[in-house]
């Protein structure tokens, strides 16, 4: 495991926050730039493809970037209620096949991460790398009890906008814009697209666990120091299961890290692109 420290670098620098969609048959929503080797993105409950606009940035200018709204998020065509982990990361295999996409470098931030691992875990080499961004693994009973009640809670008060943000930023400047940003994308979210998606994050933290010793290429864990769900504990033990995985702790920060902290996120996030298959 290596500690990262992050200089102020917060989500307040100018960048493009909102993005024109393109979609597919099936009625997945995303936007692409650049050209080059693939490089997708796929983000948590609650949010949509503007949460990666650091990475979108930083990346154009050397890989086909493809952000995606998950199923039920932004602009894509949700899932059946009662779906889980297994039928997102079946919904992702048919993204890549919409898109033409033979072999993907595949980056996840939390519910994402979840899909991510997933695909790394069952499409074999057509996943090259995997990022793993705040992605949790195996929670202890306590957090497992947690998260279980809020997806129980859902279908009764909606969709908790508040309880997110306690939870995903502290009090620094660099949290202050990627707050109000988050607090938007939650305002927006489908409630029922929402509820689907936290029902299968609040019950995939072992759907793939056991699978990261049959990842073979590169695989990066990253999470903030002070995320309190997505530990870095959780990174370190996944990093130690996969073949060719490493662990990267970004200090002082939580949960929506590559918001937070995007230079230093993009700087782990080229490493690992730089990294080959066969190379740890």
């Not at 939870?167 to 489908?190: E, H, I």
């Not at 010793?213 to 299961?241: E, I, Y």
């Amino acid at each position: 495991m290596l500690t990262v420290g992050s200089n102020t670098q917060g989500a307040s620098r100018k960048i493009d926050w909102v993005f024109a969609r393109n979609k597919t048959a099936r009625g997945t929503a995303y936007y692409e730039a650049g050209s080059g080797e693939p490089l997708v993105l796929i983000h948590g409950v609650g949010m949509r493809l503007e949460a990666w606009a650091p990475q979108i940035s930083a990346f154009a200018g050397s890989h086909r970037v493809i952000a995606v709204d998950m199923p039920g998020h932004g602009e894509s065509a949700g899932l059946p209620v009662g779906s889980r982990l297994e039928e997102f990361v079946a919904w992702f295999g048919h993204f890549l096949d919409e898109m033409a996409i033979e072999t993907a470098n595949v980056a996840g931030h939390s519910m994402g991460a979840l899909v991510s691992g997933g695909a790394a875990a069952t499409f074999g080499n057509r996943i090259k790398r995997v990022a793993y961004l705040n992605g949790v693994y195996r929670r202890d009973p306590e957090a497992k009890a947690a998260v279980l009640a809020r997806a129980a809670a859902i279908p009764l008060t909606g969709v908790d906008k508040e309880g997110p943000l306690l939870r995903w930023f502290g009090d620094d400047p660099d949290s202050v814009v990627a707050r109000d940003l988050t607090r938007q994308w939650l305002n927006l979210v489908d409630p029922q697209g929402y509820a689907v998606a936290y029902s299968a994050f609040a019950e995939g933290d072992e759907t793939y666990a056991d699978h990261w010793k049959d990842v073979k290429g590169p695989a990066l864990f990253l999470t903030g120091s002070d995320d309190p769900n997505s530990t870095p504990l959780m990174a370190t033990q996944m990093a130690a299961l996969a073949p060719h995985g490493w662990a990267r702790i970004v200090e002082g920060h939580r949960h929506m890290v590559n918001l937070t902290a995007p230079d230093t996120v993009n700087a782990l996030l080229a490493e690992w692109l730089s990294e080959g298959e066969d190379v740890k």
